[in-house]
């Protein structure tokens, strides 16, 4: 497979450092997002990520990984799962986690923002073992008892007592709802 240069430009323009701000995860997604504009052949990915994955590290992230011995890092995924360890160690994961479980809604954020901080909350800590109904359980809990009351009216129910597909869907659909009233307000 041939490596343009200005493919090796974009993915080393989004280098990773391993300094503490920098989110690993974030990183890694954009990654394989970058990769997967190159329109490989299905099963040539791993190979892919390996060759390029040096070129998106820089500073002591990079130094991280070409400390491995040769033949150490036999699979992406053991790589993937070295680089997590390295980079969003179990006390980052543990802090992570109590902002999920502690979220709450702030006196003036309007629905849709909500949903979005609790969302990105999520994505920053993929392995963080809240079931979809344990995320909906402290999400719906979280918000404003009014907010809470409105989901509830919009249910027909409490928003708890239907399936956690079904209320992710209706939290969208409000979310964007709520998003497009925040916006009209702001014209005003």
């Given at each position: ?22 989110d690993p995860y974030t990183h890694l ?138 209320a992710t869907r209706i939290i969208d659909a409000f979310a ?13």
């Amino acid at each position: 497979m041939e490596m343009k240069p200005t493919f090796l430009s974009l993915i080393s323009a989004h280098q990773f450092a391993g300094v503490d701000h920098e989110d690993p995860y974030t990183h890694l997604s954009t990654f394989c997002e970058l990769c997967g504009t190159m329109g490989i052949l299905e099963g040539e990915e791993e190979a892919l990520y390996f060759r390029l994955f040096i070129f998106s590290l820089t500073g002591k992230a990079k130094a991280w990984l070409q400390s491995h011995p040769n033949q150490s890092l036999m699979s992406w995924s053991v790589v993937e799962e070295k680089f997590l360890n390295r980079f969003f160690p179990p006390s980052r994961n543990i802090s992570a986690k109590y902002d999920i479980s502690t979220f709450g809604q702030g006196p003036e954020e309007p629905f849709c923002e909500a949903w979005e901080r609790f969302k990105s909350l999520l994505i920053k800590c993929l392995n963080h073992g809240f079931e979809d109904v344990a995320q909906l359980s402290i999400f719906c809990n979280s918000l404003r008892p009014e907010t809470k009351m409105i989901m509830d009216v919009v249910v027909g129910r409490t928003m708890m007592s239907v399936d956690a597909e079904q209320a992710t869907r209706i939290i969208d659909a409000f979310a964007s709802t709520d998003h497009l009233a925040q916006h009209n307000r702001q014209l005003v």
